[in-house]
């Protein structure tokens, strides 16, 4: 069974750009979260989609966005980017209907300069 | 919104020692506690997670206590062992938002040999 699949692991952009991350789940699951890693913050939440709507959303900006395609995949967009959006970005997949395992991909490592 | 403390952030025990790390959350309704463990450039890995209406669970050398009343839970590493040196993470959410989980900051564990 594949698992969680993240590309690309590693990206760098320039301020004012924008990135688009993407995060395959394993087959099957249905449930898609994202979440901002930084060595100061911990884990954060950004959003979470099931069945292609979001279901759950944290405290970031507009300029951080989502999708959630018909199989499962999910991408993550953040527009206008800034130095402070340099992290790690990691996305989890689990069953959804219930709270179960979630399972992490590698991350995209994304800085801005 | 759920706020999940965690102490210490370092710890640092001899090989064949126990570790503990502790955490608090903050919303009542929050049913599900998953324990990540996170070695070095790579991605969180659950080890062992609990649910609210089961007070303790083991794994071999790793166990998990909830204490619903007062709102903790705590990690036990019995044995250490220089391959258990890594970032550790608790996390809580509930049934009403599966799929957002909330962290801890992490407790950086080093087990000397």
């Known amino acids: 069974k594949a698992g969680v699949t993240q590309t690309p692991r590693y990206l760098i952009k320039t301020r004012g750009q924008q990135v688009t991350l993407s995060c395959s789940p394993i087959?099957?699951?249905?449930?898609v979260s994202w979440y901002q890693q930084t060595p100061g913050q911990g884990l954060q939440f950004l959003f979470e989609y099931f069945s292609e709507t979001q279901r759950n959303k944290g405290n970031f900006p507009g300029r951080f966005s989502g999708r959630q395609f018909s199989n499962s995949r999910s991408e993550m967009n953040v527009s206008t980017l800034e130095l402070g959006d340099s992290a790690l970005y990691l996305c989890?997949?689990?069953?959804?209907?219930?709270?179960?395992?979630?399972?992490f991909g590698q991350g995209t490592r994304l800085t801005v300069v | 919104g759920e706020n999940v403390e965690q102490h210490p952030s370092t710890l640092s025990v001899q090989e064949g020692d126990s570790a503990v790390i502790k955490c608090t959350y903050s919303d009542s309704a929050s049913n599900y506690f998953p324990w990540y463990k996170q070695e070095l450039g790579k991605r969180p890995q659950l080890i062992i997670d609990?649910?609210?209406?089961?007070g303790e669970k083991k794994d071999q050398r790793i166990a998990v206590t909830l204490n619903k009343t007062a709102k903790h839970f705590s990690l036990h590493i019995t044995e250490t062992q220089p391959e258990d040196s890594a970032v550790y993470f608790c996390?809580?959410?509930?049934?009403?938002?599966?799929?957002?989980?909330?962290f801890g900051d992490g407790t950086t564990l080093t087990v000397k040999p």
């Open positions: 609990i649910r609210s209406n089961v």
């Open positions: 989890a997949s689990s069953m959804g209907n219930q709270n179960t395992e979630a399972f």
């Open positions: 087959s099957g699951h249905r449930s």
């Open positions: 996390a809580a959410s509930k049934n009403t938002n599966a799929g957002k989980s909330t």
